[in-house]
């Protein structure tokens, strides 16, 4: 029997306009904050359909932008670990109090048994509250450099 897509989503606030905290969520964006990160582009930017990979923790992960929407505050990614899981990840931008409400949702389809068990350590609650937390206490002080 296939496996069954699983989710998880959390939010956090950063003190910024969504047109400034949006570029943050592509694939270039995101060498700004997070450690390790180095997209190899393979085609486009941030048009829906543009391809990048990324390599770590010993996998190679292939991307797809599916959306981006600056006037809605949206950006949204098909990526596939190769062995482990498929999924969408999808950042949300919706303004708050002083600056931006950023949810993220990771849906994941484990591939193998291994992709299984990867997915659910991933997906655990407190892990990934954690992981969101780590996103928001990574971006939050390059914002306030950038005022």
Known sequence: MPAEPQSRSGSFHLDAPPARVLPLFTAAGERAWAPGWDPEMLSGDVARGSVFRTRAHGHT????VTEYDAHAGRV?????VE???????DVALTPDRSGTRV?????LTPLSSEGASAAADFLAPEHYAAFVREWRDAIAPLLAQAR
């Not at 949204?76 to 596939?80: D, E, G, I, L, V």
């Not at 062995?83 to 990840?89: A, K, S, T």
């Not at 949810?103 to 849906?107: C, G, K, S």
């Open 76 to 80: 949204s990614y098909a990526r596939q």
């Open 83 to 89: 062995g482990l899981n498929m999924g969408l990840v």
């Open 61 to 64: 992960t292939v991307w797809i």
């Open 103 to 107: 949810e993220v949702r990771y849906t």
